[in-house]
């Protein structure tokens, strides 16, 4: 199946510091991925809809200027949380879907990063 | 997308057959049936999906009722590695700007 790449893997930052996490696809290109967030024992949330070449559709309650999402290429999506908290702490997780992979294919989701804010 | 339901936890012997039950009684016709896994710290997997046959790969099965009302996720032959959280989401057949939404799903813990 079509591999997603997310970098880095994990992060510990300073509260204040921004922090860039990088989702890649690595053997498809990707007109949309998908940016998760995923808190201790809770399930997968939807943050935003990362569009190549327009701008990220964000889930209601998910603050648009505090993670910015740049869709720069069909192979790369980044994800910035800018001025972190200690409650910006969680699991980060993309996903994109390889258009060519057929009509009801699966989604494939990046390995994650977790981000522990300090 | 449909509502699904499933509950919070199960535990399986290792070696017996993991059958993960899966309720979606408000399924629309073009919605199909998709089973997601996540180990611990990692990312989520596609294990399968179906519309309205039952389906088989090298991971798993899946039996769906003839309502489709509810399925069934068959791990055959359960080892240590499957212990994860399994997730059973019902939607329409992907286009490329729809996310997959995911609910609470099943903590499967195989046990040796």
């Known amino acids: 199946g079509a591999v997603v790449s997310q970098h880095p893997s994990w992060v510990i930052c300073k509260s204040g510091t921004s922090v860039k996490i990088e989702c890649r696809s690595l053997?498809?290109?990707?007109?949309?991925m998908f940016w998760y967030r995923q808190f201790p024992k809770q399930s997968l949330m939807l943050m935003a809809t990362s569009n190549e070449g327009s701008k990220a559709t964000y889930e209601q309650g998910v603050e648009k200027d505090k993670f910015l999402i740049n869709h720069a290429s069909l192979t790369l999506s980044t994800l910035t949380v800018t001025s972190a908290h200690p409650e910006d702490s969680s699991f980060y997780i993309c996903?994109?879907?390889?258009?060519?992979?057929?009509?009801?294919?699966?989604?494939?989701f990046g390995p994650g990063t977790r981000l522990t804010v300090l | 997308d449909a509502k699904t339901t499933q509950p919070p936890s199960m535990d399986c012997a290792e070696g017996r057959a993991a059958n993960l039950p899966c309720n979606h009684s408000?399924?629309?016709?073009?919605?199909?049936v998709y089973w997601y896994r996540q180990i611990h710290s990692q990312g989520p997997q596609y294990i399968i999906h179906?519309?309205?046959n039952n389906e088989t790969n090298e991971m798993a099965s899946l039996i769906i009722t003839e309502d489709r009302k509810s399925s069934t996720l068959i791990l055959p032959h359960a080892t240590l590695r499957d212990t994860a959280v399994y997730y059973c989401i019902v939607r329409v057949a992907p286009s490329g700007n729809t996310p997959l939404v995911f609910g609470k799903g099943t903590r499967l813990s195989v046990i040796a």
């Open positions: 996903s994109a879907r390889d258009p060519a992979s057929g009509l009801d294919n699966e989604q494939f």
């Open positions: 053997d498809f290109q990707a007109t949309t």
């Open positions: 408000t399924i629309s016709g073009n919605e199909y």
């Open positions: 179906g519309l309205k």
